[in-house]
C-alpha cells in the first residue's frame, strides 16, 4: 500500500474527476495514465463514482483513489470499492481518525492553521489546500507553510494550466489538483491525452 508522499509524487498533477456514466470510467482512466497522471482522484459526487473507482482499478498503471470524502462511512465505502488513496474538503478528527486506523494514504483539507495544527496532532503531514484560490491563493498558502516546515500541500480548487506552474515552483507543494484534464462527459480519449502529457510536463 502507497504513502501519501508517493501518490503525490506520482505526477505534478492529480486529475479531479466527477464520472456521471461508468462506462467513461475506463477510457478516462487509460487516456490520463496514458499521457502520464497516473493518480486519479474520482470525487463521491455522482452516484456511478463508487463504480467508476472499480472499474478505473483495472487500468494498468492506474493509482485510484477517491475524493470528496466527508465521513467514516463514506471512507469505508471507498475503501470497499478499492480506493488507494482517500482524499477530503475539510479535516475532521472522526474521518482522520478512520483513515488512519485502515492505514489507507489520507489526504484531508484544510485551509487555515488551525487545521493543519489538528492534523499535526494527529500525526498527518500532508494536507490539501481547499479551496486554494478562494482561500487566498499561492500567498496565502505561502504565509501558511512558513510556520509548518515539515508540511507538504496539493492545492485544489481555481488550478488550471495557466497558474499551476507557478504553485508547483514551491517545495512545499508536491503536487496539484486539478479537473480540467478530466472534463465531464464521454472522454475524448485523444484530447486528454495530451492534456495529460502536458500536465505532466509541469513539475519538470
Do not use: Y
Not at 120 to 134: N, T
Not at 166 to 185: M, T
Request: charged fraction near 20%; include cysteine.
Amino acid at each position: 500500500m502507497m504513502d501519501i508522499e508517493s501518490v503525490m509524487r506520482l505526477a505534478p498533477v492529480v486529475p479531479v474527476i466527477v464520472v456521471d456514466e461508468v462506462e467513461h470510467a475506463v477510457p478516462l482512466a487509460e487516456a490520463l495514465v496514458a499521457g502520464g497522471l497516473r493518480a486519479l482522484e474520482v470525487t463521491l459526487r455522482t452516484p456511478a463514482a463508487l463504480d467508476a473507482i472499480k472499474a478505473m482499478k483495472q487500468v494498468p498503471g492506474a493509482v485510484v483513489g477517491a475524493g470528496t470524502v466527508t465521513n467514516p462511512e463514506e471512507l469505508e465505502d471507498a475503501l470497499e470499492a478499492g480506493a488507494e488513496f482517500i482524499v477530503s474538503p475539510g479535516l475532521t478528527e472522526p474521518l482522520s481518525r478512520a483513515a488512519i486506523a485502515s492505514q489507507v494514504a489520507f489526504l484531508p483539507g484544510t485551509a487555515n492553521a488551525s487545521d493543519i495544527m489538528r492534523g499535526l496532532d494527529l500525526g498527518l503531514r500532508h494536507f490539501k489546500f481547499f479551496p486554494a484560490m478562494a482561500a487566498g491563493g499561492l500567498p496565502a498558502l505561502k504565509a501558511l507553510a512558513a510556520p509548518f516546515g515539515q508540511v507538504r500541500f496539493c492545492p485544489t480548487g481555481g488550478i488550471g494550466p495557466d497558474n499551476a506552474a507557478e504553485w508547483l515552483a514551491n517545495d512545499f507543494v508536491l503536487c496539484v489538483g486539478g479537473s480540467w484534464v478530466s472534463p465531464r462527459g464521454e472522454p475524448d480519449k485523444a484530447a486528454i491525452e495530451a492534456m495529460a502529457r502536458d500536465a505532466a510536463k509541469l513539475g519538470s
